[in-house]
């Protein structure tokens, strides 16, 4: 193993025990990144939604709309932009640069990386758990 890829494995082992022991961080990440145009809900009613020049999907019905599965996969790559999936329709923030653009890169780059990851993560996570 190199001291890189062991600097890696601890740092993703630290993280890991972190998020175990802290609070799910999926309400709050929605609630400060979603809310405002997808509706405290998921439902689509957010106070910005109005505004939107497409129509704010319904992020209870993900699994409804997906044969009862939820697409955890599609949604991460939805909500992290980087991938050049634009299904959500244009006006979405991309996530995964502004997560990355406010990360703290105290673990460098990959530091970085992780934390966007995570946050991503932790939105899919809580949108799945709100599925109708």
């Not at 299904?87 to 996530?95: A, E, L, Q, R, T």
Request: proline residues 7%; contains cysteine; hydrophobic residues 40%.
């Amino acid at each position: 193993m190199t001291r890189t890829t062991c600097s890696m494995a601890i740092l993703a082992a630290a993280l890991a025990a972190g998020t175990a022991q802290a609070q799910d961080p999926g309400p709050a990440e929605y609630m400060q990144a979603c809310a405002a145009c997808h509706g405290e809900s998921g439902v689509g009613d957010g106070p910005l939604a109005e505004l939107m020049t497409v129509p704010m999907p319904d992020l209870t019905q993900l699994s409804a709309a997906n044969e009862g599965e939820f697409p955890m996969l599609a949604v991460i790559q939805i909500i992290d932009g980087r991938t050049g999936v634009r299904g959500h329709g244009y006006p979405m923030p991309v996530w995964g640069d502004r997560f990355k653009a406010e990360a703290v890169p105290s673990g460098g780059e990959y530091g970085a990386e992780l934390m966007v990851r995570g946050r991503v993560l932790a939105l899919a996570q809580y949108l799945e758990s709100i599925q109708q």
